[in-house]
DNA sequence: ACCTGAACACCGTTCAAGT
DNA sequence: ACCTGAACACCGTTCAAGT
């Protein structure tokens, strides 16, 4: 039996989870996977789309977005599941950022919370609110795993952890902010 | 005559303003300056405290915040601010952002905002909504400086550029949030 | 069709030895 | 004090050759 392009993001996702980005290299995934590094290379093109195979793998865990519901509950639910997910899996906040903007992934996390505000304003404004909105997101989960990464390196003397409050703080001015900005131009 | 800590931090500076993150080796900049790769070690610990200081470079060049001016003005003015130094240095949202996390940073960019922000609400409330906005403004210039690194690479088929009106609707939005939450708490 | 072996051109870091 | 030479343990990627 030979091996499979799922079978390839699997054992990436894997060892994502179990030792971080700085682990992921080809050859790491080949000796998962009881291969040689050159074989990867027949089921994906290079590590770059392999890393948007695994960001895709974690966008698949966001639940889909209501977009008949009240939107400041709409849009602060999504910011709050997408952080969910992306804490589930190591380092993956700077994955994700990356592989977003490579043009690589199948994903487009903005569709649902654009549509939500696309209710209330032209499309392009709407884009402009969803962007910012993940862009707040991805920064604060990517500064709560680097900060856990290096405390964990030993060169941070900083506790990691307890920023729900700060997430939701700033999540909450964001949105209120957005929809705020919405009505005054409706 | 001898090399020196600001000269090899100077060298860092030139390659990646030049060739980018991914050319930013540390065997790169000792051919720079001239040397072998092992003396960097004399006058830096290791890459990581190398990049810290090429994101405390980039940081001084953050005009300073006039605590007393009007809130509004000074959030969105430094936002404005922190975007404008991040352009002019390629790549350096991604390094600022995991500079700042591993601690290693002589600099505290979010010192003049939460100051601001101290001034109409506690100090943790502050801080949290001085995070989000350095988070937003990381977030949104590392699309933009990624989106044109993969353009440039020919993976990606999008036109860099023409983020300002997205960046200031952003700012904006979560400016006029933090502040309306401010004095709601007051 | 799918994989190995082996190479190419790189990395960060260490450290004896030189001056 | 400061640097070289040389090594160690890695990288991503390619590609003839095998099956």
Redesign the interface.
């Known amino acids: 039996m030979s091996l499979d392009r799922d079978e390839v993001v699997d054992a990436a996702v894997r060892i994502l989870d179990d030792y971080g980005l700085g682990d992921l290299s080809m050859r790491r995934v080949a000796d998962v996977l009881g291969v040689k590094a050159g074989a990867l290379y027949w089921h994906v093109a290079n590590k770059?789309s392999l890393l948007a195979a695994v960001a895709d793998r974690v966008l698949a865990e966001l639940a889909v977005v209501d977009v008949d519901a009240e939107p400041h509950q709409a849009l602060t639910g999504w910011a709050h599941d997408l952080r969910r997910v992306l804490l589930a899996h190591r380092d993956s906040a700077?994955l994700v950022?990356?592989a977003?903007?490579?043009?690589?992934c199948q994903h487009d996390p903005l569709a649902g919370v654009a549509a939500v505000l696309a209710r209330h304003e032209p499309a392009e404004?709407a884009?402009?609110?969803a962007?910012?909105l993940?862009?707040?997101v991805?920064?604060?989960v990517?500064?709560e795993q680097?900060?856990a990464?290096?405390a964990q390196l030993g060169?941070?003397?900083?506790v990691p952890g307890g920023q729900d409050?700060?997430f939701t703080?700033?999540v909450?001015?964001?949105?209120?902010?957005?929809l705020?900005?919405t009505t005054l131009k409706e």
Chains 1, 2 share one sequence.
Do not use: I, M, P, Y
């Not at 977003?100 to 690589?104: I, N, P, V």
């Not at 060169?155 to 900083?158: F, G, Y």
């Not at 909450?172 to 957005?178: F, K």
């Open positions: 770059q700077d950022a990356t977003l903007a490579s043009g690589l404004r884009d402009w609110g962007r910012a993940l862009h707040l991805l920064g604060h990517a500064e680097n900060v990464l290096f060169s941070l003397d900083v409050a700060a703080h700033a909450t001015a964001l949105v209120s902010g957005l705020a900005l």
